[in-house]
């Protein structure tokens, strides 16, 4: 099929180059010429592994990137992959999703036109919102899609697509799906969108379930998703508070915990919490959406307070072996999450600022992150390696669980009066060092 993906950030990146592995022909239109030209050079602008392997594969031949809307008309099915950023109050800002919408509309109305004079009158196009929208989103983007088609708009026809990727796999979650979710009242994009996914589906060998409803209950799908994924991790990063209280180790306790099938054993991994763009940015948004609607969502928020109380409690720690000010303390660990550069609502952060204020001299490393951690600390000093790092610090603070932190042994001779405090059970103990477990 021909597929057009508006929109390469994140999302639209992985999906057209995903695309286009499974056969079709997709454009790529971005306004930033910067970011088509890498495309088109077969470079993501994102780290994502496996992703350049993808582009650099297609690109040229099954992929093409634009910054020009001309060919959207010609396309079987046209995504939509703007960002949905948030506003102060957690609430999306739709502005930059509408505009495309709009722009999408127009370029859709300019391809009606040569096909109506073609003797093709009754030409359709499936437009498919693939960003992270709220329900009462789904009624804006409709609205500048309509208004932008004109007379054409009778022609077009939306559908919601929600994705669930993970940073880090993002090429083997959208190869390997847990589930599709097609959000339609039409009975020909529902068509459209399974002749769309088939060859995927395909390929994976397993039966995928694939969910059908209407737009706006499979966009809340991702909402709920995100924020159960997100209070499991809070719940277990409260149950781990309370474990260390009591000298327990909550890893053991939770690796009972998940054994139960009504539970299961994925998120339970206590630590400094969630980060990166979906549950911070999905959770707000739809407390603020809940609110709007006149409900006040407790477990939400809930969720979220004590998240952001967990790089105080691993302060806490620190606090009671070591005064930090004037001492050289080494922050391991950067992005959000191992595999990925991605440093958007990382846990390092408020811990460097929070050290900074203790007046410390903080020392940052991570693996692929820190060009992207320079944005947010231009001053900071960077380390090329963690034995740098650790050199001469009086403490250390894993907060990203790269595995490359689980073979340091022998740096840790480096550090002046050892401390280290481990975010993300990725440090054995050892003799010789003072070690602190945030939860265990």
Request: hydrophobic share 45%; proline share 5%; glycine share 10%.
């Amino acid at each position: 099929m021909r597929v057009t993906v508006v929109g390469s950030g994140y999302v639209g990146t992985t999906l057209a180059a995903c695309l286009a592995d499974a056969g079709h022909d997709v454009t790529a239109v971005d306004i930033d010429p910067d970011v088509v030209a890498a495309l088109n050079d077969g470079r993501a602008a994102i780290h994502e592994p496996g992703l350049d392997d993808l582009l650099a594969e297609h690109a040229g031949e099954r992929l093409h990137a634009t910054t020009e809307y001309d060919g959207v008309s010609d396309a079987d099915v046209t995504f939509l992959a703007i960002g949905t950023p948030s506003r102060a109050d957690g609430s999306i800002d739709l502005g930059p999703l509408t505009a495309a919408a709009e722009m999408t509309g127009e370029a859709i109305a300019g391809g009606s036109e040569g096909s109506a004079a073609e003797g093709n009158p009754e030409d359709r196009h499936l437009v498919v919102v693939k960003s992270t929208i709220t329900p009462p989103g789904v009624g804006a983007i409709r609205e500048a899609l309509r208004a932008g088609a004109g007379d054409a708009a009778d022609r077009v026809e939306l559908a919601t697509n929600p994705e669930f990727l993970r940073e880090g796999s993002a090429v083997d979650d959208f190869q390997h799906p847990d589930k599709l979710v097609f959000g339609t009242d039409s009975d020909w994009a529902a068509e459209r969108l399974d002749s769309l996914y088939e060859p995927l589906l395909a390929a994976t060998g397993s039966e995928v379930p694939v969910i059908r409803t209407d737009p706006e209950t499979a966009v809340m799908i991702k909402y709920a998703n995100n924020a159960f994924l997100a209070s499991k991790i809070s719940l277990a990063n409260d149950l781990g508070n309370v474990c260390k209280r009591f000298g327990i180790d909550a890893y053991e306790v939770m690796d009972a915990v998940g054994l139960d099938d009504r539970i299961g054993s994925q998120f339970l991994r206590s630590g400094v919490g969630w980060g990166g763009s979906c549950f911070p940015k999905d959770v707000d948004a739809i407390r603020a959406a809940a609110r709007e609607a006149g409900y006040e969502p407790p477990m939400l928020d809930a969720a979220v307070a004590v998240n952001d109380g967990q790089p105080d409690r691993m302060l806490d720690l620190l606090d009671a072996h070591v005064d930090v000010a004037g001492e050289r303390v080494a922050v391991l660990g950067l992005a959000f999450k191992p595999g990925t550069d991605d440093v958007r609502n990382s846990r390092a952060i408020p811990i460097i600022e929070a050290l900074q204020a203790r007046g410390a001299d903080v020392v940052g490393y991570d693996p692929v992150a820190t060009d992207t951690m320079r944005e947010h600390f231009p001053d900071l000093e960077y380390a090329d390696s963690a034995a740098a790092a650790l050199d001469g610090a009086s403490a250390a603070l894993v907060v990203t669980d790269w595995d490359e932190f689980a073979a340091l042994d022998d740096a840790f001779d480096a550090m002046a009066d050892p401390v280290v405090i481990d975010g993300r059970r990725i440090i054995e103990r050892r003799d010789g060092l003072t070690y602190e477990g945030l939860t265990w």
